[in-house]
């Protein structure tokens, strides 16, 4: 898992308002994390991978929140690994064609 994707989790999970999905209290979204970081492995970029990323979205006229999707696909690209597991599959598409993008639900059957 993206090391930054446990802070966009936490923050997504712990959400109020009327856009809010999930509205975890603080300690829930914290046993969500930490049983998602017994199953997976930990990755991310060097501080000088993610400005080149950055940079690069900036270059293509990247802008907002999709920068995330762009960040995660460059730590997948940088780990060598053959799959990005997400539900937002159209952007992750869209960021990085050259790699095998499933849902969660495709990856556990395989």
């Known amino acids: 898992m993206a090391s ?10 712990t959400r109020f308002g009327e856009r ?3 509205r ?4 829930e979204a914290w046993a ?10 930990l990755i991310g970029l060097t501080p000088a991978q993610t ?3 950055i ?8 802008v907002g929140a999709r920068l995330y999707d762009r960040l995660i696909g460059e730590a997948a690209t ?20 050259s790699l095998d993008i499933v849902t969660p639900l495709d990856f556990a059957r395989g």
Do not use: C
Not at 24 to 27: E, R, V
Not at 55 to 62: I, K, V
Not at 78 to 97: C, D, Q, R, Y
């Open 20 to 22: 809010a999905p999930f």
């Open 78 to 97: 940088a780990h060598e690994l053959p799959a990005i597991v997400t539900w937002n599959v159209g952007h992750m598409k869209s960021l990085f064609p």
């Open 55 to 62: 940079r690069a979205y900036s270059q293509e006229n990247g």
């Open 51 to 53: 400005f080149a990323a």
């Open 32 to 41: 969500a994390l930490e049983s998602i970081a017994a199953v997976t492995d």
């Open 24 to 27: 975890f209290t603080a300690a």
């Open 4 to 13: 930054h994707s446990y802070a966009e989790a936490y923050a997504t999970l």
